[in-house]
């Protein structure tokens, strides 16, 4: 884990993402004592066209509303 102060995170902010990018973990700290912890963002879990295809094509179930639907989680 690497340590740096305000300062120098300003100055060098590009390059802290890069290593932050490859998994770095980098603590700021402002008169000796950490204040932030910067690390990678978690990957966004793509979405999955076809289960949308799949819900559209399947249709309403007979009856159910939109209040229904969204008690069910299906909006």
């Given amino acids: 884990m690497k340590t740096t102060t305000v300062a120098d995170a300003k100055s060098h902010l590009s390059a ?10 980098v603590v700021i700290t402002r008169r ?4 932030a912890r910067l690390v990678q963002e978690p990957p966004a879990h793509g979405f999955d ?7 559209v094509s399947a249709g309403p179930a007979p009856g ?9 989680d299906l909006l």
């Fill in 49 to 55: 066209w076809s289960d949308l295809r799949d819900w």
């Fill in 16 to 25: 802290l993402l890069t290593e932050i990018q490859t998994g770095e973990e």
């Fill in 64 to 72: 159910l509303t939109v209040a229904d639907m969204r008690e069910q």
């Fill in 32 to 35: 000796g004592k950490p204040v």
